[in-house]
C-alpha cells in the first residue's frame, strides 16, 4: 500500500509564507512526477505546481514567481514554498505522486489527504 501525507498548512495573513510538505511512502519502486493541485469550496481541483522526474517544472500562472516546487528523492519528499500569499491562494492543497510499486503494474497516480491553507486577514 501506499500512501502520501501532506503537512504545513494552515492560517496565514495576506503577504505571508508557508511551507507545504508531503511524503510518499510504502511499497513503492519508483517515483516518476511529483505536484500540488489545489481545490477551493465550489471549485474544481487545479494544478498548482508540476515537477517532472527530469526536473522540468510547471506552474499554474497564478502562483508563477511566488510559488516553489522542490523535491527530495531520497526520501520521496515533495515541498511547496508559498509566498506573497493572497486571499485567492486560500484552498485545500493535495499532493500527487506518479509511481510504481513493488508489486509491479503500471505507473498510478495517488494523491494525498489534503491540508488547508487559509490567507486572511
Known amino acids: 500500500q501506499v500512501q502520501l501525507v501532506e503537512s504545513g498548512g494552515g492560517l496565514v495573513q495576506p503577504g505571508g509564507s508557508l511551507r507545504l510538505s508531503c511524503a510518499a511512502s510504502?511499497?513503492?519502486?519508483?517515483?516518476?512526477?511529483m505536484g500540488w493541485y489545489r481545490q477551493a469550496p465550489g471549485e474544481q481541483r487545479d494544478l498548482v505546481a508540476i515537477?517532472?522526474?527530469?526536473?522540468?517544472?510547471n506552474y499554474a500562472d497564478s502562483v508563477k514567481g511566488r510559488f516553489t516546487i522542490s523535491r527530495d528523492n531520497a526520501k520521496n519528499m515533495v515541498y511547496l514554498q508559498m509566498n506573497i500569499l493572497n486571499p485567492e491562494d486560500t484552498a485545500v492543497y493535495y499532493c500527487s505522486a506518479d509511481l510504481t510499486t513493488v508489486l509491479g503494474g503500471p505507473t498510478r497516480r495517488y494523491w494525498g489527504q489534503g491540508t488547508q491553507v487559509t490567507v486572511s486577514s
Open positions: 515537477l517532472f522526474s527530469g526536473g522540468t517544472t
Open positions: 510504502g511499497r513503492i519502486s519508483a517515483v516518476y512526477t
